[in-house]
C-alpha cells in the first residue's frame, strides 16, 4: 500500500462547479498535512495546511479526519485558473525526520 | 513569484560531464531541500539539509553531492550521470525544525531541468 495515495483524475468540471479530492495515507502517526498544487512544467507551491479543525481559504476548504486517514480538499466555484496537478503531502513525522512524502497528485481540469 | 532561485534553467550535460546545479534563499529559512521529479509522477526527495548539516540522504548514488556552503546557498554537483538520471530537479526551503512551523511549509524553487544525453 502507498503511503500517500490519491485518485490520479483527471476531473474535468465545468466553470462554476464544486469538486472534492480525496487523500488516505498510511501512518498512522502522521503529524503534519498539506495541500500543494502544480501546474504543469512548473514547480509545486502551497496551497494550504491542513489542521485538525478543519481549515477554509476563500473558495479552498481543506479537512482532516484521523479515525479514517484521510484528507480532503474542496474547491468551490471552480475556475479556469484553478486547472492544475493537486498534490497531497503528508509529513510522517518519525523522530528527527524532516521531509515529506507526496501523493502522485490529482490532475483538474476546469472547462468553460 | 518564488523567493528561491535555481540556476540554470536548462541543462543539457553529457554522462562524462561534470556539472552543478544551484539554489539560492533570502528568507532565513534553515531546512533546504532537493527533489528529483520526473514527467506525471510527484517529487521524490533527495537530500535535506538542516542547519547546514546533511541530515537526510535518501540513499541517492553518489553520482549526484550535495554542498551547503552556508545557510542561504545549497549546490547538486552532478557527475557521471546516466540518461535516466533525465528530471527536474527541485530545490526547496523551509524553516528551521527549531521554528516551531511544520516542516510541510517549504517552498519551492522553479526548478532545473536536466537532460543528460
Known amino acids: 500500500r502507498k503511503e500517500v495515495e490519491q485518485d490520479p483524475g483527471p476531473f474535468n468540471v465545468p466553470e462554476g462547479a464544486t469538486v472534492a479530492f480525496n487523500c488516505t495515507y498510511s501512518?498512522?502517526?502522521?503529524?503534519?498535512f498539506f495541500w500543494y498544487r502544480q501546474d504543469c512544467r512548473k514547480e509545486p507551491k502551497l496551497l494550504m495546511s491542513?489542521?485538525?479543525s478543519g481549515n477554509e481559504d476563500g473558495r479552498f476548504t481543506a479537512q482532516l479526519n484521523r479515525a479514517s486517514q484521510y484528507i480532503s480538499l474542496l474547491i468551490r466555484d471552480s475556475k479556469l485558473s484553478d486547472s492544475a496537478t493537486y498534490l497531497c503531502v503528508v509529513n510522517l513525522g518519525s523522530t528527527g525526520r524532516r521531509a515529506l512524502t507526496f501523493g502522485s497528485g490529482t490532475r483538474l481540469r476546469v472547462q468553460p | 513569484d518564488t523567493e528561491v532561485t535555481q540556476t540554470p534553467k536548462h541543462l543539457v550535460m553529457g554522462m562524462t560531464n561534470k556539472k552543478s546545479l544551484k539554489c539560492e534563499q533570502h528568507m532565513g529559512h534553515r531546512a533546504m531541500y532537493w527533489y528529483k521529479q520526473k514527467a506525471k509522477k510527484p517529487p521524490e526527495l533527495m537530500f535535506v539539509y538542516s542547519y547546514e548539516k546533511l541530515s537526510i540522504n535518501e540513499s541517492v548514488p553518489s553520482r549526484f553531492s550535495p554542498e551547503c556552503p552556508n545557510s542561504s546557498l545549497l549546490n547538486l554537483h552532478l557527475h557521471a550521470l546516466q540518461p535516466e538520471d533525465s528530471a527536474l530537479y527541485l530545490c526547496a526551503s523551509s524553516q528551521g525544525p527549531l521554528s516551531g512551523r511544520a516542516v510541510g511549509e517549504q517552498y519551492f524553487g522553479p526548478g532545473t531541468r536536466l537532460t543528460v544525453t
Open positions: 501512518n498512522s502517526a502522521s503529524q503534519s
Open positions: 491542513v489542521y485538525s
